[in-house]
């Protein structure tokens, strides 16, 4: 394939832009800091604001001086993380001087009052904020004393009858909960911060950044300076970080502008002020359409004045807007923290953004209870949610041209080494991440902000390997971003069902689906709007799905229900998870044939049906099973399947996620004609083409079969294209696909040194110790240097691989004096045919720890160290080459 050919041949799109930590720094500093960040293969950089002391300043102009002309010379690409403090939002102090524009809420103070009574009064002039404007008074019946529900109507406009601070009033006989609603700026979560909802306070910041840089720097816009970075943008209504922040809860602030009310006013009309209290409090049959009313009118302003505002400006300034928000167990769909609602906030975006950070993800945690540092929740949403909000939106908008971004390595401590994110970033492809910002480049040494530090002058003793790391990055996802991503089916969001009644995480039945080998993109209620049905298969833009799924809502979206109504004649499945829904997400009744529309399945049995629905329209170009048995058992739960369709044929990723299962499979391949294979290596830019025509399948509706297999943590990249097409780009072909024939255990009497010269003698025939471990050398941060030799006796048509089933963190490894590169993630191994020799072999290992033993950083707290060292015997693998 062609963009297969331009990776071996050296050439590679750019997909990396990492974090540069800005302090204050001299230029001389930021130049070698630079170089270093070149020497990893990086195009691309983002200039992390937030630590610069004087931003938007004369020190600040000075080092972004230096730094776009650098960048010129260089070829390099320069992104700016757009504001002075985190998260985006500050303006660069710019609410200082527009204190008006800031965050503003809609509040509410209530006491409980009792009929009947004539000419009574309460003092409500205290519950109203200094700053605050009255919106009214309200009476509102209680059904009664068990709960904090109120009615939903019979309510009292009191709002009249207020005088020198005191409400009077006249009440027939029953309890009531008197409300005083009102606005602020006061009391939420950040409240000298800008306001997402409204226009002029997004404005601000447009001014006191964005036009202040292209003011200096617009010849540079649209060619070094390729754009800007917002980092977390939150509605803000509460303090911290609680995830859960939603409707229904009280003694809250919630989000508020001219703007929403003007819109709220439009669709309440008279209903407007008798409305609110159903925010905080259920109110009988209006909660659920009162409460999808506000969250719809109020996520549609984010995009609207923030992301869409910001996005614009950037497209006509020649360059791009890109960015994430707060994802975390759930909140991606919630107020607070996050913006409501992923899809909508993203639209504005250039690429569609995520963050993994604070061990959010760690191989194994999949499920729900999974401690972080932040948190105790929730594995699952990690693992099989977050990649896929990104992933999927980059495939349904079209402004993102396919690319999802991921923030990546953050705050995981110094205990993250090469290994660890070598995992990370394998999870994040595998799902359809393509685009990567690493956390982060830092020339401060020791710097505790967040670490790790890539290079952390000269100090970390895995940068040599990290430089591997992200070529490998690199080339993987200029692999993986070809073509035309295949997915089995689409997962409703379940945001606009989770702001009114229970709903099932669209992760459920995306993990059913994943732990089976199939693929999903999760979409939003609001791309119905565009999407269309054809022969039973769904289409958004040039993406299809074989079925939608719905999981179960409590209540479901109109706009669902209508689209699945009018798409009846051409044949759509839609699967419901479980049992159907009560009602729309308005309130009103479903139609009488909806169950008729719909087949309930459980999560037990979706794949089965997905797959089948799939097959049946032709779109598992590639399947999965165990070894052409058909079935899919639990023994491939961690293996996961991505798969592009080309102009010229598939290419795939295959991950064996599992932290202690071999996932041995059968890959099934439909069409006929793609009878060449070729295996790609991004660690070390190699490939092999073989012939498929040696191996029909045996599953009906496949005509190849490919047998194979990952150690935990291993991954595999593959093309699948006509064999002539191979053969015409000057590729050998090799007849038979090699698996090992052989395997060897090398049990080798080591000589260890580190660095200040002391020496340790293992024998052959003891367990291999942790250089890291008690006993050994547990202050110790540096490289262990392994030497040892072994005798070999080659055949001819032998092949040979040197594999190390257990090591950490990395290893660089010399065969008898040739140097074969780095490894890192293991079980790993290199091709070493041409360094073995025939009699006596000397190898020589290098193995770089991670800083956590020197610097014991309070992040590094949350993640299990691995031992340091060779701590397995290793083995050479032998190959037969027919």
């Known amino acids: 394939m062609k963009h297969l050919q331009a990776l071996l041949q050296g050439k590679c799109t750019s997909h990396i832009l990492p974090f540069l930590w800005m302090k204050g720094e001299d230029n001389e500093t930021i130049k070698k800091e630079l170089d ?10 983002c200039l992390e604001s937030r630590p610069h002391p004087d931003f938007c300043g004369p020190k600040w102009w000075e080092n972004l001086d ?3 002309e650098e960048a010129e010379k260089r070829g390099l690409r320069l992104w700016i993380l757009d504001d002075k403090k985190f998260p985006t939002g500050y303006a660069n102090g710019g609410f200082e001087k527009h204190p008006e524009k800031s965050k503003l809420y809609l509040g509410e103070r209530h006491m409980d009052i009792m009929g009947p009574c004539r000419n009574s009064a309460v003092l409500v002039e205290n519950f109203i904020p200094s700053d605050g404007r009255l919106l009214g008074i309200l009476a509102v019946p209680k059904p009664d004393g068990q709960t904090l529900a109120i009615k939903g109507s019979g309510i009292l406009n009191l709002t009249d009858t207020m005088e020198n601070g005191f409400v009077y009033f006249d009440l027939p006989e029953g309890a009531y909960r008197l409300f005083i609603l009102f606005t602020t700026r006061t009391g939420g979560g950040r409240d000298h911060y800008m306001n997402l909802i409204d226009s002029s306070s997004v404005k601000v910041l447009l001014d006191e950044v964005y036009e202040k840089h292209y003011a200096r720097y617009s010849k540079y816009f649209g060619n070094v300076i390729a754009g800007f970075f917002s980092d977390e943008p939150e509605l803000g209504n509460v303090k911290g970080y609680p995830f859960d922040n939603m409707l229904g809860q009280k003694d809250i602030r919630l989000p508020w502008s001219d703007e929403l009310e003007r819109k709220l006013t439009e669709t309440w009309k008279e209903e407007f002020l008798t409305n609110l209290p159903a925010l905080w409090y259920d109110s009988e ?15 549609h302003l984010v995009h609207t004045c923030f992301s869409g505002q910001i996005g614009s400006w950037c497209q006509v300034h020649g360059v791009e807007y890109i960015g994430h928000i707060i994802e975390d167990d759930n909140a991606h769909a919630r107020m607070g923290c996050s913006i409501g609602h992923y899809f909508r906030e993203m639209e504005g975006q250039h690429m569609a953004g995520i963050d993994v950070v604070h061990h959010q993800i760690v191989p194994g945690f999949t499920q729900p209870v999974h401690q972080w540092i932040a948190g105790d929740r929730d594995g699952e949403f990690f693992h099989f949610g977050l990649a896929k ?9 079209k402004n993102k041209k396919d690319r999802a971004l991921c923030e990546i390595f953050g705050n995981y401590g110094w205990a993250e080494g090469n290994s660890f994110m070598k995992w990370l970033t394998n999870h994040m492809l595998v799902r359809g991440i393509n685009e990567f910002t690493p956390h982060a480049f830092s020339m401060k040494y020791p710097d505790p902000d967040c670490p790790p530090h890539f290079y952390a002058g000269g100090n970390n003793p895995g940068f040599e390997c990290f430089t591997w790391l992200m070529q490998y990055m690199n080339r993987s996802a200029h692999f993986l971003s070809n073509g035309t991503h295949l997915a089995d089916a689409a997962i409703l969001y379940h945001g606009e069902s989770g702001w009114c009644g229970e709903a099932m995480y669209f992760q459920k039945p995306g993990r059913a689906l994943m732990e089976k080998q199939l693929d999903y993109d999760v979409i939003p209620a609001d791309i119905f709007a565009e999407a269309i049905v054809e022969n039973g ?3 958004i833009l040039d993406k299809t799905y074989a079925s939608l799924i719905l ?3 409590q209540c479901l979206d109109e706009r669902v229900v209508q689209f699945i109504e009018a798409n009846q004649k051409n044949k759509l499945k839609v699967y419901i998870i479980d049992k159907l829904p009560e009602k729309t997400t308005k309130g009103t009744e479903l139609p009488e044939a909806f169950s008729k529309w719909v087949e309930i399945v459980t999560l037990d049995n979706l794949a089965k049906k997905a797959a089948a629905e799939s097959e049946k329209h032709r779109m598992r170009k590639l399947a999965v099973t165990d070894n052409g048995k058909g079935t899919i058992s639990e023994n491939l739960q961690d293996l996961r399947m991505i798969v592009n369709q080309t102009e010229e044929g598939l290419c795939a990723m295959l991950f064996n996620e599992s932290v202690s299962r071999r996932a041995d499979f059968s890959l099934l391949v439909q069409d006929d004609k793609l009878d060449g294979l070729t295996f790609y290596d991004p660690w070390f830019n190699r490939a092999q083409s073989f012939d498929l025509k040696p191996y029909p399948a045996q599953t009906e509706g496949y005509a190849h079969q490919i047998l194979g297999s990952l150690e935990p943590g291993e991954s595999c990249f593959l093309c699948l294209e006509i064999i002539e097409h191979i053969k015409e780009e000057g590729i050998k072909i090799e007849s038979d696909i090699h698996f090992p024939e052989k395997q060897t255990t090398l049990y080798i009497p080591w ?7 002391k020496t340790l003698q293992l024998k052959a025939d003891k367990e291999l110790p942790n250089m890291n471990g008690r006993g050994y050398f547990p202050a110790y941060t540096g490289s262990y240097l392994y030497t040892g030799s072994f005798t070999w006796k080659k055949n001819e048509g032998e092949h040979y691989s040197l594999k190390f089933p257990e090591a950490a963190d990395c290893l660089r490894v010399k065969l008898n004096g040739e140097d074969v590169g780095y490894l890192a993630g293991f079980p790993a191994k290199v091709e070493v045919t041409d360094a073995l020799l025939d009699g006596e072999n000397h190898l020589e290992i290098k193995v ?3 800083l956590v033993w020197k610097l014991k950083d309070g992040a590094s707290t949350h993640l299990q160290i691995p031992a340091t060292g060779i701590t397995e015997a290793p083995v050479i693998e032998t190959y037969m080459r027919y």
């Open 66 to 68: 230096f730094i776009c």
């Open 848 to 850: 770089d720890t991670t």
């Open 389 to 397: 909000l990104g992933s999927s939106a980059a495939h349904i908008q």
């Open 751 to 757: 000589k260890v040194t580190i660095k200040e010269g």
């Open 285 to 299: 049959e209006k909660t659920a359409k009162v409460r999808t009313e506000y969250m719809d009118a109020m996520t």
């Open 537 to 539: 298969v769904l289409k």
């Open 551 to 553: 999981p179960y809502a």
């Open 36 to 45: 270093k960040i070149e020497a990893c293969g990086i195009r691309e950089v």
